[in-house]
């Protein structure tokens, strides 16, 4: 599998990442929701907190204080840095 090549373990985060969605639209996968607009993406917590947000057309990705579990928050990150080959950059 290759989310297991980069390193991913929780596969729901896979799926939530990679899923195409339109743009406008939402797509939730247990407590967290990701809406996509032309060029950024951001993801919520139980659709209230915002933790993630993705800007395709940098190729960044930055997170936010939110109460998401370290090893979830690892798994991003492998997946937009090592999958997507996106930087990471911080507030």
Do not use: P
Not at 33 to 60: G, M, P, S
Request: charge should be positive.
């Amino acid at each position: 599998m290759e989310r297991l090549k980069y390193g991913i373990k929780n596969s729901r985060i896979w799926h939530l990442c990679s899923q195409d969605i339109e743009v406008n639209k939402s797509m939730t996968l247990d407590n967290w929701t990701r809406y996509r607009a032309e060029y950024r993406e951001i993801y919520y917590l139980n659709d209230t907190i915002k933790f993630l947000e993705v800007d395709h057309f940098n190729h960044v990705f930055k997170f936010f204080d939110a109460n998401i579990r370290k090893h979830n928050i690892e798994d991003f990150r492998r997946y937009f840095k090592d999958f997507q080959k996106y930087k990471e950059v911080f507030k």
